[in-house]
């Protein structure tokens, strides 16, 4: 439904995204995750026609987003990250007039914005100017406004940003139901967010993309040994020296006394839950918890944005700013 192909945006002689492609299927909910001035806002304003890429293509339901710009808009519902609302006009008055900037048939209109009014939440602040309302209304006018047209495709930047805690739980959870209808692709850098949401990630760093997956299957790529923790009553110094002797464990660490935790790392090849389980039993300790730990999307992108550039993509990418600025000068 989203396929974007090799996309570079160079904004003078800044590269701000470099090379980017991914594709995401209908009724897929995708993650676009990345720290500040990764470029996710540059990838969503070519997805979105906003402006064109340096290099590269995008389509958006089989169009072209340069050669069929208004098409392209037509399929997309877009919600910026500030969002753009009239704050003079009331709730219905505005959701109306987008819907006539959307080109919705002046009789359905009505029943359009009743529709996404319902869907949205917003029944009790219909007649409500806009100026007046929370911030966690405002943006679900947003993603109101988002919804008119029923647009397939839903482009969501930072949906969550600025607002409070339960107001955050309203429009994740306003966001979840949307996925039965649309495409979604939630730029956003809060990870818990999207780990709860998303079925997929791309994740983007200096402007390129350096993972594409479901959270589980980066965990397992990344994640070189097992990390199985047990928690056991009484001291763990000696159950701990048993753990190390077996076929399989790397390395083991004891936390606590009373009651301990140990650590245990093991290569992957073989679940060792099993053999901890009867070493415990055998040592005659007991065991109040056995649990393999995955590491957390946070450790995951933090591993990934973190990760040095090896000398080779250093230099290349030295050799493109300089090719680049030649290109600029002549
Ligand atoms: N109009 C512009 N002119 C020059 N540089 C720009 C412009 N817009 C963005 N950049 C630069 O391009 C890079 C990518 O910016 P972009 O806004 O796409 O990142 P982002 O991932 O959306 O960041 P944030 O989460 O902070 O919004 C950054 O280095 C940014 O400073």
Redesign the pocket.
Known sequence: MIEAHGLTKW??T?P??QDVSFEIAKGEVVGFL????????????ILTCYMPPTAGSAKVDGLDCLENSLEVRRRIGYLP?NVPLYNEMTVRRFLSFVAQVKGVPWKEVAREVDRVIDVCGLDGVRQRIIGNLSKGYRQRVGVAQALVGNPPVLILD?PTIGLDPTQILEIRKLIQDLRQDHTVLL?S?ILPEVAQICQRVVI?NK?RIVATDAPQTLTAQLQKSAKIHLTISGDGAGLAESLRRLDGVLNVVVEGTEPSRLIVEADRQSDLRPALARAAVQHGVDLLELKTVDLSLEEIFMHLVTEEPDEESAAAEVAQKANHREGVKS
């Open positions: 904004y003078g800044v701000a995204i990345g720290p500040n001035g990764a470029g996710k806002s540059t990838t969503i304003r990250e930072e730029s850098h983007i402007g």
